[in-house]
């Protein structure tokens, strides 16, 4: 939707609702004092740190969630061991004789 010939007309202060040009052009004085730096993409390096932030937020990480994974990975390591454990004894000659038909 393009702003009305009343809007775009201008003239004096800007008031909130009225048009105030295009985007970058927003009519106020350019600001001083303001230094821009910048670095061609092709000089940047775009992978630095990343090995050594890698290991230390995975430490960071593991750490503070360790609780929340590894109590119920033992207590399935445990439940998977003595189902083992009883299989392997029901399907053995005294599980079979105790258990059996």
């Known amino acids: 939707m393009r702003p009305s010939q009343i809007l775009?007309?201008?003239?004096?202060?800007?008031?909130?609702?009225?048009?105030?040009?295009?985007?970058?052009?927003?009519?106020?004085?350019?600001?001083?004092?303001?230094?821009?730096?910048?670095l061609s993409h092709n000089r940047q390096n775009p992978l630095a740190g990343t090995v050594q932030a890698g290991i230390f937020n995975t430490f960071r990480r593991t750490r503070n969630q360790i609780l929340f994974w590894s109590i119920p990975m033992l207590v399935a390591y445990e439940t998977m061991e003595w189902a083992i454990e009883r299989n392997d004894y029901l399907n053995s000659k005294p599980g079979r004789a105790e258990y059996g038909e």
């Open 8 to 38: 775009r007309s201008g003239g004096g202060e800007k008031k909130p609702g009225q048009y105030i040009g295009p985007w970058g052009a927003l009519g106020s004085a350019p600001q001083k004092g303001i230094i821009h730096y910048g």
